[in-house]
């Protein structure tokens, strides 16, 4: 085993032999748009995400499913597979089977196998004082999954977050196997300051961030003031604990922003300053929004600072 559940990584990795690994993570959650097919999409999406955060290629799939079995049509299901399928097979990986539950509760995703070179993967341990780091994508998908959920989400609005959701990693997961990056992490359900936290502790560095760097969606920052956030933001603020120094110039908004959960959300990445801005010209190819945020200290009384 060369990545285990020990430094709350991404997914992982197990070493076949000197120049070949498996990569394998699960992830699965409820609905999040009004549209299966999307629905599908993303869940397929967030799925890989962990696999190419490590660096890895995805080349396998199981589905996991929780639908109910009377109350709602199965041609929602049947949408819901088919927009996974469709993200599946634009990005290589082999649908092999999966496993469905009679639940209340819809929910869907993928337990996603992959493969990587030993020396070449990317860890949450990996970042180094000095480093610069980079977010592929702007946050925000949660407050605005929720306004969706209750109809107060503008439709421009809704249609950024899905655009930003169903924009694989696999251009990331490429720049960082071109620039051997070490150091990296997605940013998910623990959102951006509970992600960049498990980096810096991993890591045993101290991390800080520049929240006037941070891409935004539009809208985010509008429905966060008016009280459109998830559960996860008391929980992730509960995860991250007194570890964090906030400046006061940080307001309320951004800070909700900065705890707000994410769903196929951007890669966090760790990189040496001569090859930042190299590695964000290659990454802006693909995300617009990747920008530099913050950079590594040594390890200070905080585990993560933000200005």
């Not at 995400?49 to 009377?70: E, Q, R, Y």
């Not at 196998?113 to 970042?127: C, F, R, S, W």
């Amino acid at each position: 085993m060369i990545v285990g559940f020990d430094t709350a990584d991404d997914a992982g990795v197990y070493r076949l032999r000197d120049d070949l690994a498996l990569v394998q993570t699960l992830d699965f959650f409820t609905p999040i748009v009004d549209d299966p097919f999307d629905y599908g999409r993303i869940a397929a999406l967030n799925s890989i995400n962990d696999v190419w955060a490590m660096a890895g290629t995805p080349v396998t799939a199981l589905a996991i499913t929780c639908f109910p079995k009377s109350g709602i049509d199965f041609s929602i299901l049947a949408e819901i597979m088919r927009g996974g399928l469709e993200v599946l097979t634009q990005n290589g990986v082999v649908l092999l089977g999966g496993h469905s539950v009679d639940n209340a509760q819809i929910m869907f995703g993928y337990s996603v196998t992959g493969i990587i070179d030993p020396n070449k993967v990317a860890t949450n341990a990996g970042a180094r004082p000095g480093d610069v780091l980079i977010l592929t994508k702007p946050i925000g998908t949660g407050v605005i999954s929720t306004a969706i959920k209750f109809a107060k989400a503008p439709a421009e609005v809704a249609a950024a977050s899905i655009e930003v959701m169903l924009t694989a990693g696999r251009a990331a997961a490429e720049a960082m196997r071109e620039f051997s990056v070490k150091g990296a992490t997605d940013v998910t359900g623990f959102a951006l300051l509970g992600h960049a936290w498990e980096l810096a502790c991993a890591s045993c560095v101290t991390i800080e961030i520049d929240s006037s760097h941070v891409p935004v969606l539009p809208g985010a920052l509008e429905l966060a003031r008016a009280g459109l956030l998830t559960s996860g933001d008391k929980t992730n603020r509960e995860y991250i604990g007194a570890d964090v120094e906030i400046a006061d110039s940080v307001g309320n908004d951004v800070r909700s922003l900065l705890y707000d959960p994410q769903t196929a959300g951007g890669l966090l990445i760790s990189i040496s300053p001569a090859s930042a801005d190299s590695l964000l010209a290659r990454l802006r190819k693909t995300y617009s929004h990747a920008e530099k945020i913050g950079r590594v200290l040594e390890r200070g009384a905080h585990s993560i600072i933000v200005n």
